[in-house]
């Protein structure tokens, strides 16, 4: 399954809106869906602030 439901962790923790994702990137055993390449390469630069269980991640979660 991909984390929070295919919508973008970095978009959210950005802007406040939960966006649908269209490029995907594993990472430790999971996948994710971004809505741009910038985002990708802003997630892989910090994973642990968009990962679940931090902060910004619940809201994510939350919000579908």
């Not at 984390?3 to 994710?32: M, N, Q, T």
């Not at 809505?35 to 630069?45: H, L």
């Not at 679940?52 to 994510?60: I, K, L, Q, S, Y």
């Amino acid at each position: 399954a991909v984390a929070f439901g295919g919508c973008d962790p970095v978009e959210w923790v950005k802007s406040g809106r939960a966006e649908v994702g269209r490029y995907l990137v594993r990472h430790s055993g999971r996948s994710f869906m971004f809505a741009s390449r910038e985002n990708v390469e802003a997630f892989k630069s910090s994973p642990e602030r968009f990962m679940p269980g931090t902060p910004a991640a619940r809201n994510v979660a939350s919000s579908r």
